[in-house]
Structures are given as C-alpha cells and as structure tokens.
C-alpha cells in the first residue's frame, strides 16, 4: 500500500467511525519526512531527521458544538482512539461563537505545480556536500566563520470531508539560513534561500553563502550608527517582515481578537498606488502553496492590497459568513499551545508584486538613508495601533553624500501604519522570504521607505 | 512494545550500528486546549502526543531522529540513517560529552487535582470567572491548555529516568479602550503542579487586578517631555527585573550561544569576549541565578533532557560573570561540566541549552527604601513591547503601567510607554539597589533553537533601583 493509500484509508475510517455519532467530519492524514543540517564555526553541528504520521480532525457534533483533534497513527485502533477522544471531550463543550459553517460543495482541483521534488531523495544524499559548499563560499568571499541550517523534506496530504470535499497533494520544501561572520561579533552577513525544488537550487543555495560572506566582509569597521529620523532600504529579507506584515494582517481573526491594525481599513488607502499584495495559494515554488484548504475550498488567489487600497480580508467559511461575504480558501488549522488547534482563516503565501526599480536604483539618493539587510526580535507596543520595534542585525549602512558605511547598533522604532504609508520605491529583485523571523513564506522585492524613526541605546 | 521498551530497543540497536553513544527520550504528552474570545468559547481540543527522540554520537558526529509511531521497524530505520549522516559528518573538532553519566532516577511533581481527573466542567467554570473580571475590557482572548508529560531517558551509559510532570498554561491578550486610545498587554501563566496551582496562585484575583490596572493606563497614560530631558532615576517592578534576568542576563550566559552554535538563530553572546569569573558587567548590587530547583515553577525539573541533575546556577555574582549555562557538550568545551541546562521541548526536539528561571537576587532594601530616595523619576511596574539584539547587548523595554516618582513617592501620575533602550552593561552598572520583595511568578514561553523550541520559563527578582539613566525611543 502506497503512502497516500493509507493516508486515505485512515480518513475514510475516520468518517465511518464518526458518521453515526456527529453531523460532520473532516479529517487530513499527513506523513512526513524531515531532515535538517546545522552547522557553526563552519562545521556540522548535528543532523537531523524526522519522521511523522498524524490525522488532523475537526469534529463538528452539532450545529457550532466543535471540538478539534490531532494524534499520530500507527494503524486503525489509533484513528478510532482519536474520533472517540475528540467526541468524548466535544460533548462536553458549548457551541463556538467561531464556526458558522464548512466548505459543502465538491470542487476539482488544479494541480500544483513546482511545489514536488521527485529527485528529494538524491538531494538528501548530496545535502552535506552542498552545506560545505555554502560555507565554503562564504568563507571564499572573506568570512572567518559560518553557521547556518538547511532544512528540507517532503509530505504527502490526504483530505477528506464528510460534506464531500476530497483529494490529495504532495511537496517537497527546503530553506537555508546562513549567516557569515568575521572573527569579531559585530561583522557578519547573511544568505537565505527557499522554496520547493532542492535539487534544481544547488546553485542558488551555495551563492546566499557567498552573498554572507561578502556581506560580512563589507561590514568590517562598522560604526555606532546616530538615532534620527531617515530613509530606509529594506532589502526583501526586511521587506518580508516589516512591510509583509500588513497584508498579513489582513486576517479576521486577528481583528476580532485585536491582533491586527486593519479592522477599520477596508476600502482605505494605506500604501501608495505602486504597492499591490495577495494571498496566493498558486504561486509556483511557494512554501505554503497548496490545492485545496482545511475545508476542501480550492486554493485561489485573494487581492489583499490592491493598488494601496485595502481590498479585502482572507477567509475561511465562518469568517466569510461573520463578514457577510464568501471563503477566500483560506481555512487552515493554527496550533494554540499545547493540546489545541484551532480552524481559523489562515494565510498562505503573500505576494507583492513586484516593483520596477533595480537595486542600486534604490541606493541612489540625496537624503541621509539607511540600507538593512537582515532584522529579527519585531516586538509590539499595541497590535491595533501598529506600533512596533526591530532590531537590525547584519550587515547595515549609513547612505550619506552618495557614500556607504557600515554601521550597527540601531532599532527601527515605528509604526507600520506609517512605514507601509511612508514606501516610496519598490525594487525589481523580488525573492520568497522563509526563515526564523519570517514564518509566512512572502514574495516581496527591496522597499524603500522615506522618514522612519531609528533610535539606538541612550548608554 | 510500549514507549519505554522501544527507548531501550533503541540504544540497544544504536549500539549494535556502532554508535560510540546513544541516547532515547520517549515523551507522552496528553493536552487539552480551551480558547476564548470576549467571554465566548471559539474552540476546544485534545491533542495527545507521543513519540521517541534519538541522539547518537558516532567517531565524535552527532545525528538527532525522531519518529512518532511506536513501531520497531521504523525506530531502525530512522536510526540507522541517523548513523549514516553522523558517520559521513567527518568534524574536525569532534563532539565530546565528557565524563559519562549515569543517573538513574523517578522523580514527578505531586498534584493533588490531578490533570487528568478534572473534568471539563471544573476548567470551563474557573474560565467562567476568568471571564468575568475581563468583561469591562474591550477585547480578552484567553487560552487555557492544562497537560501532562510522561517522560522516560534511557542512555548508553547507563542513565534511566522516569518522570511526570502535570502543568497549566494561561495564556491572555487583553486591550483596554477610552477616549485616548487603547493599551494592550499579553499575560501568560504557566505553573506546573494539579489544578490546585489554580488556587494557590489566585489567579481570578491576579487577573482581576491586571484588569484594573490595564483600563487606568488606557485611561490615565500620557506622555511627559520633562522625563527625556535628563537623566533619571528609574526603579522597575519583578516583571520587568525578570525579564532583564532573561534577556540581559540568562541568554548571554548560555555556552552553546557564547561557543557560536546559535550564530544563525538566536545569535552568539557579548560574553564571548569577556572573561567568566573576572568581568565586571554589572554594580556590585547584581547577582542573578539561574534554578530549575525551584517546586511549582514553570522551568521546574530535577533531571535536565541529558539525564544531569539539575541545580541553582549563579550566573552573575555582585556584578561580575560567574557562571555559564552548560550542557554535556559545552560543559566539556568549557572545561566545567554539565550544570543541567540542556532541556527539549518536545520527543522531536534535540536537548539544548536553555534557561529555566531567571531572577535577580533579593537586596535588603523595602521597596519604600527604594521609593524614597528618588528625587525624579519613573516607576515601571510592567513592560509591554521589548527586545533585545543577537549579542544579548542592546535592549529595549517599553512600560505598560507606570508612574512618575517625585520627591521620594510614586505619584498618581501615570506615565505613558517609558522606554529603557541601553546596553547590558548600561543597564546592570546603574543599579545601586534590589528591594526584598522578592517574586518569580513570571511566566514566559522563551524561544530558541532550529525548529524553534518555545520552553516555559519563569523570571522575577526584587525591584531594582537604576540611577541616572536617560530614557530612550528618541529618534
């Protein structure tokens, strides 16, 4: 038996089992295959390897009494342990003020595209060599020290609803994050590198170690950078999460539960007119691409940000009907501490489009401006207000008098209400951002932003 | 075969493959989850999980697999492909745990409500009254997920440890409104014990009281031009002085950070280039520790994930370094031993180092001893926003509820988002003085590693004083 045969046989148990005691069931069986290698001081650290077989259930009793369910499987008396577990704790709980609904209609849907690796297994085999060639070009571009992770695997989905919704998909994944360091703490640099094909990205993989090491090579000599008011260059890395956030954002949930500054911002202008943005469930090589939803939706794609104008919300079929308006195929399953998911509108990929600046276009200016190429640690004051604080890391440079200079030790501190309003160029380099601060997976270019507040330690 | 006779299975055919070490977790994890909005339930579910974690050492190389299924044929699989990867790892400064351990042990945490006795009626009643003293806010989202981990550690040295650990885990965003905006804070508990911890925390009455303070910040908070002028003098509650613990303190100390293994993730540490033992960091009013040890705690353990006996680790004594946080392989680089600070969140996740609670040590000030001797200033009794960069070097916290302090009294006066924006050592040299009011209920869910591994933990300390610092967020 196939893996996605099994895979269909244990939701299709699940829907018996469940058939005589709740309205409704959906279930989706999962196998995994993970590896990762992490590697510092230039050298593998630790391999690692996962392997995972789990049914997913949502458990619908009656009406908006729901309860949702994981475990891994190991044959039959598991899928029934689960349903049983699920209906025995569902019983007992109230109906949600969140459900209104599945998805009930029986869709086709379109393959995936680029998003399966039939050569995973060789790249597997050749994975460490590639890692030493990472860290061997970046040490070629002038690092002193390397360290990093590259993760990639595949998966095998079966779904199936009670309603009707049924199907299957398969994917490969794999992402880098390097970082390139000279002796000191302050110069370093760093690649990345995503998507879905590892065996045709061998290149792509070695030259984000050579683009660490020269960008640690360029930091060497950075000063303390000065507290003002100044441009900024988000390099897509940046770009990814800062302006990435807002589309997002665009999530109902996230409103109701005051995580978002959207809530009012249907139909207002929040970005200049050059700046477009959706949720592409479609988009070729995309980590989070998919055919179908939890519910058994299609995947399509979802204006978010069109022409600077908040167009719309993603949604799954609760939200669509709390919004009065339609799924958007975005149903998914988002884990909320240990021993609950939960069904929410979730995004998949965010696309920008892209802009038709090059690079070095956006470095041109006459205004004091600073170039960022990496951030992490995005902390907010108030979500609903949007005020925020980043901490560039990496390699950063003041652009002043038409010269660059290594600079470090600053915090963007802002708003991205006011930093997404503020954008005034969009590069052409758009790249899929993946890593530790980034776990939307987003397409996005380099954004300039004019007058942003960076502040630095007062001692 | 049962979880516990597939650990063994495990080292014994580890061993056969030529493993030089091999080390097995099983962990059974049973969890329920409840999720409310604005009084409103919104979602429920249970989510078992079960699995074995494998790490093996062949010629100095380390392998980590994981498999979910308790099946033989696929604990054999996974580990030989892990001692493939290992043996074909070729490191040139090879892996070494050091002197062998071999802990044998059964220790859990005494609940008298157990876990898994309460019924779903007695939590939905406590959320109940959780939800009753948020109603005057204008959005509450509350996350209740009691659990129980069942944990067994078998090693090929001999170590075998049984353990049980029930714990709870509250989790809150809450947003108070006026006509001036909104104020926001995230507040989390997560003791480990029975439901009685519950009770014993006051929780309705805890929450009941954040609840009041949040509406006065939306209320009452404006922002003063007089406190960015000059210098202040600043004295911070046990939250904020645990999460300065954490931040400025906890993560710069651990070695795999210091050594460079963290340098893509969560990044290295200022320590690097100071000396342990002899650098001053801090006034001498600074000692913090480190202590799994402490009963009901959110980072509470006897044995870490190495099988190593846990104990109180004094990370910064009266201001200069002390004491780094070590596991098996950096105790050895360090040439210290293990302090038992390796923990894994999951059966699927490799045992790193991690902090459990934080704190500063209590001075002999009262915190009215601290109040009257401030001219000017501010007191920050809670933060909201912060962060901290990859050397564990520059910080910045930003108030949720504080107060301006004149001529030795916390006024009325509420004061909107102070923010301490300076460095590890600005910020530990100008303490002059830590109240006995000691408190370490602060809890955390503290990221690290790659997967990330998000770890309860605990923080706290007495109030600290700090002389002359400027407030920042100025740009």
């Known amino acids: 038996m196939t893996s996605l045969e099994k895979l269909k046989e244990y939701t299709e148990l699940a829907i018996d089992f469940a058939s005589d005691k709740a309205e409704g069931l959906l279930a989706r069986a999962s196998i995994q295959t993970q590896s990762q290698i992490r590697f510092s001081?230039?050298?593998?650290d630790i391999n690692k390897r996962w392997e995972g077989l789990t049914l997913e259930i949502l458990l619908i009793i009656k009406g908006a009494q729901i309860g949702m369910g994981e475990r891994s499987i190991s044959g039959k008396k598991d899928v029934k342990a689960l349903v049983t577990d699920t209906l025995e704790f569902t019983e007992q709980l109230p109906e949600s003020m969140f459900f209104a609904g599945v998805e009930e209609s029986i869709n086709s849907y379109r393959e995936l595209k680029g998003c399966y690796d039939a050569k995973i297994d060789t790249f597997a085999e050749h994975a460490p060599e590639i890692v030493n060639a990472s860290i061997d070009a970046a040490l070629s571009e002038g690092a002193k020290r390397v360290a990093g992770a590259l993760r990639f695997g595949s998966e095998a989905t079966y779904f199936k609803s009670s309603y009707g919704p049924e199907s299957s998909v398969k994917s490969t994944n794999f992402d880098l994050n390097l970082r390139a360091f000279q002796e000191e703490l302050d110069y370093s640099g760093q690649g990345l590198e995503c998507g879905t094909i590892p065996s045709s990205s061998e290149e792509a993989l070695i030259a984000a170690g050579a683009k660490a090491g020269k960008l640690s090579k360029d930091a060497i000599g950075a000063k303390q950078g000065k507290p003002g008011t100044y441009d900024v260059i988000l390099t897509p890395t940046v770009a990814a999460d800062v302006i990435g956030y807002l589309p997002g954002a665009a999530n109902p949930f996230l409103v109701l539960i005051g995580m978002s500054?959207?809530?009012?911002?249907?139909?207002?202008?929040?970005?200049?007119?050059?700046?477009?943005?959706?949720?592409d469930p479609t988009m070729k090589g995309g980590l989070a691409s998919r055919r179908f939803d939890f519910e058994g939706s299609p995947a399509r794609k979802t204006d978010l940000i069109d022409r600077g104008v908040l167009k719309s919300f993603i949604h799954n079929t609760t939200s669509g009907v709390m919004y009065e308006t339609k799924t958007t195929g975005n149903s998914g399953v988002v884990e909320m501490g240990q021993g609950l998911k939960m069904l929410l509108p979730t995004p998949s990929n965010i696309v920008f489009e892209n802009g038709d600046h090059a690079p070095d276009e956006l470095l041109e200016t006459s205004r004091p401006t600073i170039y960022v190429t990496c951030n992490w640690y995005t902390?907010?004051?108030?979500?609903?207000?949007?005020?925020?604080?980043?901490?560039?890391?990496?390699?950063?440079?003041?652009?002043?008098k038409g010269k660059m200079k290594p600079i470090k030790n600053i915090r963007i501190s802002d708003n991205m209400l006011r930093m997404f309003e503020n954008i005034t160029v969009l590069g052409n380099d758009r790249k899929?951002?993946?890593?530790?601060?980034?776990?939307?997976?987003?397409?996005?270019?380099?954004?300039?932003?004019?007058?942003?507040?960076?502040?630095a330690a007062t001692q | 075969l049962d979880g516990k006779d597939l650990a063994e299975y495990c080292i014994e055919y580890g061993q056969k493959l030529g493993c030089d070490y091999v080390e097995a977790r099983f962990e059974h994890i049973v969890g329920r989850g409840f999720a409310y909005r604005n009084g409103a339930p919104i979602s429920g579910g249970v989510q078992p999980t079960r699995g074995i974690g494998v790490r093996i050492l062949v010629n100095g190389n380390m392998s980590f697999t994981s498999f979910d299924r308790i099946e033989k044929k696929l604990a054999e699989q996974a580990i030989s492909s892990a001692y493939k990867m290992a043996k074909n790892t070729r490191r040139k400064n090879p892996i070494d745990l050091g002197d062998e351990v071999s802990n044998k042990a059964k220790w859990e945490v005494k609940a008298k409500e157990k876990i898994a006795d309460v019924t779903n009626e007695t939590i939905m009643n406590t959320v109940s009254e959780m939800n009753e003293v948020m109603k005057d806010l204008a959005q509450y989202t509350l996350l209740v997920n009691p659990s129980e981990e069942n944990k067994y550690l078998v090693t090929s040295e001999g170590t075998e440890i049984s353990s049980y650990k029930p714990y709870i885990n509250v989790m809150m965003l809450l947003t108070a409104t006026s006509t001036g905006g909104s104020a926001q804070r995230m507040f989390e508990m997560n003791p480990v014990g029975g439901w009685e911890r519950i009770k014993d925390l006051n929780l309705i009455d805890v929450l009941n009281d954040e609840v009041e303070r949040l509406i006065k910040v939306a209320e009452q908070a404006k922002g003063y031009d007089e406190l960015l002028k000059k210098p202040i003098d600043m004295i911070v509650g046990q939250e904020v002085a645990g999460i300065i613990a954490h931040e400025n303190v906890g993560h710069p100390s651990e070695g795999d950070r210091i050594m460079g293994r963290e340098g893509a993730q969560a990044g290295e540490s200022f320590w690097r280039d100071l000396k342990i033992g002899e650098s001053q960091v801090g006034s001498d009013a600074v000692t913090v520790s480190e202590d799994p040890t402490l009963p009901h705690t959110g980072g509470f353990y006897e044995y870490d994930d190495e099988g190593v006996k846990a104990r109180k680790r004094v990370l910064i004594k009266n201001g200069v370094l002390n004491e780094p946080l070590l596991n098996r392989e950096y105790g050895?680089?360090?040439?210290?031993?293990?302090?038992?600070?390796?923990?894994?969140?999951?059966?699927?996740?490799e045992p790193i180092i991690r902090m459990a609670n934080t704190f500063f040590e209590p001075g002999d000030h009262s915190f009215e001893e601290l109040v009257e001797d401030v001219k000017f200033g501010v007191y920050m009794r809670s933060f909201m926003e912060w962060n901290i960069d990859d050397r564990r070097y520059q910080s910045k916290y930003t108030g949720s509820e504080a107060y301006m302090i004149k001529n030795g009294e916390v006024t009325d006066t509420v004061v909107k988002s102070p923010v301490m924006e300076l460095t590890s050592v600005g910020l530990l040299t100008a303490v002059d003085a830590i109240s006995n009011n000691f408190c370490i209920d602060f809890a955390a869910s503290c990221g690290k590693g790659d997967p990330l591994q998000a770890v309860p933990v605990y923080a706290g300390g007495g109030e600290i004083r700090f002389r002359n610092i400027r407030l920042g967020g100025v740009g």
Not at chain 1, 270 to 275: A, E, L, N, S, T
Not at chain 1, 394 to 400: C, N, S, V
Not at chain 2, 332 to 349: I, Q
């Open chain 1, 41 to 44: 001081n230039s050298s593998i």
């Open chain 1, 261 to 279: 500054p959207l809530a009012d911002k249907v139909g207002a202008q929040i970005g200049p007119d050059f700046v477009t943005a959706r949720d």
């Open chain 1, 379 to 400: 902390r907010w004051q108030n979500y609903q207000t949007g005020d925020f604080s980043t901490i560039p890391r990496d390699a950063l440079f003041l652009i002043e």
């Open chain 1, 432 to 455: 899929q951002i993946y890593w530790w601060e980034v776990n939307t997976p987003t397409f996005i270019s380099s954004v300039k932003v004019k007058d942003c507040r960076i502040t």
């Open chain 2, 332 to 349: 050895t680089r360090f040439g210290k031993g293990s302090n038992g600070a390796a923990r894994a969140v999951a059966f699927n996740r």
